[in-house]
C-alpha cells in the first residue's frame, strides 16, 4: 500500500510538472519552443519534421514534453 501511494504521489508530481511546462510553453513563440526542443537534445531533423506537421506548435510542444528529463528542472526563458 506505500509503494502503490508513492506511486500515486510520484505519478501526480510528473502530471503537475509538465501541466506547468505546457502552460509555459503554450506563451512562447513558436520559435522559443523550437529552442527549447534543442536546448533538450531533440535532434534538429526532428525539430523540422515538427515544424512540417499540420499542426506545428502542437507537435513541437508535445516532443518538448515528452522529452524534457524528468529529473532537471526546466529552464526559465526570458521572453
Known amino acids: 500500500a506505500e509503494a502503490a501511494a508513492a506511486a500515486e504521489a510520484k505519478a501526480a508530481e510528473e502530471a503537475e510538472r509538465k501541466a506547468t511546462l505546457r502552460c509555459e510553453l503554450e506563451g512562447l513563440k513558436?520559435?522559443?519552443v523550437a529552442k527549447r526542443?534543442?536546448?533538450i537534445g531533440i535532434s534538429e531533423q526532428r525539430v523540422d519534421d515538427a515544424l512540417d506537421a499540420d499542426t506545428p506548435r502542437s507537435a513541437l510542444i508535445?516532443?518538448?514534453l515528452?522529452?524534457?528529463p524528468r529529473e532537471l528542472p526546466t529552464p526559465a526563458l526570458s521572453a
Open 62 to 64: 508535445e516532443m518538448v
Open 30 to 32: 513558436m520559435t522559443e
Open 37 to 39: 526542443a534543442l536546448q
Open 66 to 68: 515528452t522529452e524534457t
